[in-house]
């Protein structure tokens, strides 16, 4: 591991560990830099604030690892591999939502919002006519998956994830399929709306 990814873990570390006394919004950099060993100045090298420590950690410890070779066959299993992972440390998860949670959807959001758009963007390519909908309604429809996935991710959070990952992820699948089969038989007459 590189020199810079070991600092960078150190104050992920210390992050995590004042999140176990104290709320998010509450904790200064200075107290970061303070448990995690290092000076202030180590810490706007690598981070501009704590708020993109934490979009770092996210990014490292959640979604890259679980979410880089995303697919229609695999969505699922990656679904539950990081709502497990949130469970796993909950109370970290827990305490950044509920106290960073304006940040956290806006970037969940933007990550979210261009899965979509690039699974939209297959479905486009594989359709016989090249066209489902036009580019303005295509990010209409990436945004309103986005926000349907991230607001019952974030409320999952919130309240405690309660419901086991794999309950999750199989209604969302559940859900999806409903979609597709009503898509489809739209689409080929059997039903109008």
Wanted: hydrophobic share 40%; glycine share 6%.
């Amino acid at each position: 591991m590189a020199e810079s990814n070991i600092t960078k873990k150190a104050l992920a570390d210390s992050l995590k560990l004042l999140t176990r006394e104290k709320s998010f919004d509450k904790i200064a950099v200075g107290e970061i830099t303070e448990k995690a060993g290092v000076n202030r100045q180590t810490f706007y090298y690598h981070f501009k604030d704590k708020y993109e420590l934490l979009e770092w950690i996210y990014d490292t410890e959640v979604i890259e690892p679980n979410l880089s070779d995303l697919s229609f066959d695999n969505w699922d299993k990656k679904m539950c591999a990081v709502m497990s992972l949130l469970k796993k440390d909950k109370g970290f998860y827990i305490n950044t939502v509920k106290h960073a949670d304006e940040y956290l959807t806006r970037t969940f959001l933007e990550k979210a919002e261009g899965i979509f758009s690039n699974a939209i963007a297959v479905v486009r390519e594989q359709m016989p006519d090249r066209k489902m909908l036009d580019k303005n309604s295509e990010g209409i429809l990436a945004k309103f998956f986005a926000y349907g996935l991230c607001g019952t991710m974030m409320e999952w959070m919130v309240t405690g994830m309660r419901e086991s990952p794999e309950y999750m992820t199989g209604t969302f699948r559940d859900i999806l399929s409903a979609c597709e089969k009503a898509a489809y038989e739209y689409k080929t007459g059997e039903i109008e709306l």
